[in-house]
């Protein structure tokens, strides 16, 4: 039974451009949460996605987007990158029915240069 | 404002010491997670909480939902326990997380 895969591992891109992270959740569970961890820091929430919508963001700009497909697999998209942008993302997916345990994906680290 | 705390921030012990890690958060929480992360690693999900205690091998988990407080113990530590071990929170009334600044542990052989 796979757990949460998330592609690419890593990711190298230019300030300005757009990129596009990858998450599968683990099977049986039909919630995608997203998060920011930046260097030596505590992962920050980013925005979960429930039935294909997006249903609790946290704060940050628009230019961070998402989507749920009907296989509960999602995309996290963020356009215009900036240097800070420069992180690991993680993938947590869980059971929208009983006591919300978590499981995480390895992580996308993204570079912005 | 839902806070969550951790302690000690550093810890540096020795292999077979027995190791305590707290986090303290400040209102009603729906469930609490213990994580661990190996440097430039992903996250791994160690326990989920929400009442009482558990257990896995070397490591023990308790949370107190009175004293809003929860205690993750190692016990014989060993070198590849070396990590960053996180607290998450999820509060009551929200989907979210939200994760503590995480106690980075070394234990010297």
């Known amino acids: 039974d796979a757990g949460v895969t998330q592609s690419p591992t890593h990711l190298i891109k230019t300030r300005g451009q757009q990129v596009t992270l990858r998450c599968s959740p683990k099977s049986g569970h039909d919630t995608v949460s997203w998060y920011q961890q930046a260097l030596g820091q505590g992962p920050q929430f980013i925005f979960q996605y429930y039935e294909e919508e997006e249903r609790q963001r946290g704060n940050f700009p628009d230019r961070f987007s998402g989507h749920q497909f009907p296989n509960y697999s999602s995309e996290l998209n963020v356009n215009a990158l900036l240097l800070g942008d420069s992180a690991l993302y993680l993938c947590a997916s869980s059971r929208s029915t009983g006591n919300y345990g978590y499981t995480f994906g390895s992580g996308t680290r993204l570079t912005v240069v | 404002k839902n806070e969550v705390e951790q302690s000690p921030q550093n810890l540096t012990a020795q292999e077979g010491e027995f190791i305590t890690i707290n986090c303290s958060y400040s209102v009603g929480i729906s469930a609490l997670h213990w994580l661990q992360q190996h440097p430039g690693g992903g996250i791994v999900s160690l326990f989920m909480?929400?009442?009482g205690k558990k257990k896995h091998g070397r490591l023990i988990a308790t949370i107190n939902i009175q004293e809003k407080h929860s205690s993750l113990h190692i016990t014989a530590s060993h070198p590849r326990d070396s990590a960053v071990y996180i607290c998450a929170v999820r509060f009551s009334g929200t989907y979210k997380y939200i994760f503590g600044t995480g106690t980075r542990l070394k234990v010297l052989a």
């Open positions: 909480l929400s009442s």
